[in-house]
């Protein structure tokens, strides 16, 4: 396999909820995710399968204090949102991007404009893949309180 080229799965469930220390809380969330910069502990499960010019298994879940949703997605804008794990000194992050909307309680494929996948750690810096990939939303429920979220991102032949 090309070592330019990554191949990532990765599934997700995020429910926003509490948090602690600086990662924001229920309130600050807000009804379509964390403020620009914050980091907010509502992931219940995650998980990431890559292969490629890097093959790992990430996993995360809520309270690990490691794993995090960043960005929004307003029901009348693109989304714009990943998913963070790690530390200050080693993280990993998968962020996606759609051209179109993703409409409250919309479930099913929606194609992704972009899928973005960092790695950063001391040894290695930072390696940074991307390109085109599917959302496949299983559960999206938008009720204040819920909003669970349940699907796989899947992106492959990606760029770095």
Known sequence: MNRNVLGIVGGIVIC????L???AAAADVGP???P?????DVVRAFTM????AVTTE???KKGDEKTGLVGQCKPTMFANFGILHGSSYEQTEITIMSKDPIKTGMTGDIKLEKVWVRFFDLKNEERTFGGKGMLKLAVHDAAAG???MTGTIVGTKLGG
């Open 16 to 19: 926003v909820a509490g948090a």
């Open 21 to 23: 220390g600086d990662i």
């Open 32 to 34: 379509f995710g964390p």
């Open 36 to 40: 620009l910069g914050v980091k907010a």
């Open 49 to 52: 399968k890559v292969s490629g």
């Open 58 to 60: 990430v996993k995360g």
């Open 146 to 148: 819920k909003r669970p």
